[in-house]
Nanobody, 127 residues
Framework: VQLVESGGGLVQAGGSLRLSCTYSGLTLDDWSIGWFRQSPGKEREGVSCITGSEGYRDYTDSVKGRFTISSDKGKNTVYLQMNSLKPEDTAVYYC?????????????????????WGQGTQVTVSS
């Protein structure tokens, strides 16, 4: 299993970015994909997840209404659309894969559940 993130960059507060997680070696119907982020001095935190088989989605409270997770199985890609970005969203964003069809929920946004990780992409939001 391999995961590759892209789409990070520098954006002003209030702007938007779309992150992509292109995966290989897995069939999304049997897996869950999570987005996580980590900023210096802080623990890695779950941002969003999607269960591949039914498309169940969940978000951490701080991004609800601003971020949207989606998948395109034909392109082997999971996206994280990030709108109304804030300086506190600044972090390295990672996608990760878990071999599970359990519906996404807050309990699934725990880094230890995931066995496969991408290399991360930097998102910087300036004020």
């Amino acid at each position: 299993v391999q995961l590759v993130e892209s789409g990070g960059g520098l954006v002003q507060a209030g702007g938007s970015l779309r992150l992509s997680c292109t995966y290989s070696g897995l069939t999304l119907d049997d897996w869950s994909i999570g987005w996580f982020r980590q900023s210096p001095g802080k623990e890695r935190e779950g941002v969003s997840c999607i269960t591949g088989s039914e498309g169940y989605r969940d978000y951490t409270d701080s991004v609800k209404g601003r971020f949207t997770i989606s998948s395109d199985k034909g392109k082997n890609t999971v996206y994280l659309q990030m709108n109304s970005l804030k300086p506190e969203d600044t972090a390295v964003y990672y996608c990760a894969a878990e071999f599970s069809t359990i519906m996404c929920g807050s309990f699934k946004m725990t880094p230890g559940r995931y066995d496969h990780w991408g290399q991360g992409t930097q998102v910087t939001v300036s004020s």
